[in-house]
Each structure stands twice: as structure tokens, then as C-alpha cells.
């Protein structure tokens, strides 16, 4: 494993796609399709495989998991991943390591696995805490599962947390 102090200016950030979602939301432009367990699967080996032929060494001061729902994996799976990235790359101490979930789900062993794996901050895709706004906008949790998220982020240990929220949505 490569790793250093602190990154120099200048170092990479890495975003890793994971385009699987439980619903298809309806304003999402975004490459995702209907999670399949088996697809998943090898959607991390080839990711793994791909880490590896594409790692140059390079200083690297941030890793993204975006999405899709990147919290549709495993643990396990963020670890196979993240030890690809600090093999291929000179993965900074400490790095922000930020993976995007969605409060349907957040589960409080599944967060402690997700930090004990070097998960350092989750981007909690909450979109509204009106119910009506969720429904239009296709999402499957509620308001009130998006609090109660919130709330089993930080019994977890979570300790960095950002909301993703939209704004100016038609008729807000």
C-alpha cells in the first residue's frame, strides 16, 4: 500500500460511479439501472481490475463514491474498491474518503462498516423533508426516514455529513 503524509496541491481526487439505485428517481439524467446483486458483483471486480490498470502512482487527496446509490454496497465491496485505490495510487493519510447514501438505506451496522473501512464522510441524499416533494420527485423514503438517517449517522460515529437537498423545485 501506497500512502503519504498529506497530498501536495495539485494531487487527483477520484470519483467512483456505482450505477446501481433501488427506484429510478424521475429527474435523475444520471447512468444508474435497477440494482441486480449478481451484476454487482462483478461490477466491483471489473472496477477493481480497472483501479489497477489505470493507477499510475499519482498523488491522490480525495476518493467520491457517487451514483446511483453507492450505499447499495457491501462493506466489503468499499474495501475491495478503496485498497484498489491506495494500491494503484499514492492515496494521501487521512484522506476524505465521502460515499453517497440514501436514508432507505442507512442502517446503523451498515454505517459502522462502511467508517470501519475508511469511509470518512456520507453525503446523505435527502432531496426534501416534505413528503409531498419526495413523492414528486420519485424518491422512496420520507421525511421522517430521512431524520431518523440523519440521527443513525451519528450514533453510528459518523461525525462528517452533508445533505444533499434540492431547491426551487415547480410549485416550491
Not at 502512482?57 to 446509490?69: E, L, P, R
Not at 474498491?81 to 438505506?105: K, Q
Not at 432531496?127 to 443513525?152: C, P, Y
Request: charged share 15%; aromatic share 6%.
Amino acid at each position: 500500500m501506497r500512502s503519504t503524509e498529506a497530498a501536495p496541491s495539485g494531487a487527483l481526487g477520484i470519483y467512483i460511479h456505482i450505477p446501481f439505485c433501488s427506484a429510478i428517481c424521475n429527474y435523475c439524467n444520471f447512468n444508474c439501472g435497477l440494482f441486480d446483486g449478481a451484476l454487482k458483483q462483478r461490477y466491483v471486480a471489473a472496477l477493481v481490475a480497472e483501479i489497477g490498470r489505470a493507477g499510475d502512482g499519482a498523488q491522490v487527496d480525495s476518493i467520491f463514491f457517487g451514483g446511483g446509490t453507492p450505499s447499495l454496497l457491501d462493506a466489503s465491496e468499499v474495501a475491495q474498491i478503496l485498497d484498489a485505490c491506495r494500491s494503484a495510487f499514492a492515496v494521501a493519510e487521512g484522506v476524505e474518503t465521502t460515499l453517497e447514501m440514501n436514508p432507505e438505506s442507512c442502517s446503523g451496522s451498515h454505517v459502522h462498516g462502511l467508517l470501519d473501512v475508511g469511509i470518512t464522510r456520507v453525503s446523505l441524499g435527502v432531496q426534501s423533508f416534505h413528503d409531498h416533494e419526495l413523492v414528486r420527485l420519485g424518491r422512496t423514503h420520507t421525511a421522517d426516514q430521512a431524520r431518523t438517517a440523519i440521527t443513525t449517522l451519528r450514533d453510528a460515529g459518523c461525525t462528517n455529513l452533508s445533505l444533499d437537498l434540492m431547491l426551487w423545485l415547480p410549485g416550491q
